[in-house]
């Protein structure tokens, strides 16, 4: 059984900058998606950034140049660099997992199947 646990969440002003982190256990290979989801005050869920095992990555356009995806295979973690927030980005924030044993794309819809708790972003004006 996968289980993720988040963490870095927080309260910050725009402008300023987070690091979200997601460790996973169980897992049995490295073939996984890895992915950051949010829900905002309001708002439907939606991806924000994925990352496959061979470190291609996919952006939502409005956290381009502005987030950055990463993992460590040897530590079956990733991370979620995000600077320059805005209070638009302030939601929910949750990680998201599911094995890619065919080497698939990981962002437009992918069928996630494990989530963490979630952790809350704030970004005040």
């Known amino acids: 059984q996968v289980l993720l646990v988040e963490s870095g969440g927080g309260s910050v002003k725009a402008g300023g900058s987070l690091t979200l982190s997601c460790a996973a256990s169980?897992?049995?290979?490295?073939?996984?998606?890895m992915a950051w989801y949010r829900q905002g005050p309001g708002k439907e869920r939606e991806e924000v950034a994925t990352?496959?095992?061979?470190?291609?990555?996919s952006y939502t356009d409005s956290v381009k140049g502005r987030f950055t995806i990463s993992r460590d295979n040897a530590k079956d973690t990733q991370n979620l660099q995000m600077n320059n927030l805005k209070p638009e980005d302030t939601g929910m924030y949750y990680c998201a997992t599911a094995y890619n044993e065919y080497f698939e794309y990981c962002s437009g819809g992918y069928p996630y199947d494990t989530w963490g708790q979630g952790t809350q972003v704030t970004v005040s004006s």
């Open positions: 990352i496959d095992s061979e470190g291609r990555t």
């Open positions: 169980g897992y049995r290979d490295s073939r996984y998606c």
